[in-house]
């Protein structure tokens, strides 16, 4: 499973909701997914079935489903994550991978200096994701355009990303 995004608001009178995704895919053939939420002080999860999907001008996806009827539901799921299966992505190549397959990896360089690990990513208005790094001292939030990534060592976990912007990351934080 993958979190394509987030409830933003309500669509029409009959509990139809807009979903804010920055995932460019075919929403044709998404069937089912899962609402992941609190209300109140408890955590909920919802597994829907997904009647109808369209895209909004805005290019956010509207989607109806067969469990919620009601647009004054949908006003108490505003900020509720959306999260369907990875196979609705299509296939990625070899030198692709999903923001949520990366928690964990280590940020090397190619000397083999590391940044730390990967704890989780925050969305943000820049075109490519900002990761949570959790180090010995402390954590550090940078971004990781994919243009500086330079390989993926899966079976150790690693991700390596250029010696300059290594350099610019570490010297930022830690000058």
């Not at 909004?56 to 989607?63: C, K, L």
């Not at 469990?67 to 992505?89: C, H, M, S, V």
Request: with cysteine; charged share 25%.
């Amino acid at each position: 499973m993958i979190q394509a995004g987030k409830i933003i608001k309500p669509h029409g009178v009959r509990g139809g909701f807009v979903v804010y995704t920055d995932l460019s895919v075919d929403w044709t053939p998404v069937k089912n997914a899962i609402l992941k939420g609190k209300t109140d002080e408890e955590d909920f999860v919802l597994e829907i079935n997904i009647t109808r999907t369209a895209v909004n001008t805005d290019g956010n996806i509207i989607i109806e489903c067969e469990e919620i009827k009601d647009r004054n539901k949908i006003e108490t799921l505003r900020g509720t994550e959306f999260w369907f299966d990875k196979k609705y992505l299509g296939e990625l190549t070899e030198k692709e991978l999903f923001l949520d397959d990366m928690i964990g990896m280590e940020i090397c360089s190619p000397s083999g200096r590391s940044l730390g690990k990967i704890t989780s990513f925050m969305h943000s208005p820049a075109p490519y994701p900002m990761a949570v790094i959790k180090q010995e001292s402390g954590e550090i939030i940078c971004p990781l355009p994919p243009q500086h990534f330079i390989d993926f060592d899966y079976s150790n976990k690693k991700a390596i990303i250029s010696e300059d912007f290594f350099t610019s990351i570490h010297d930022l934080h830690f000058s």
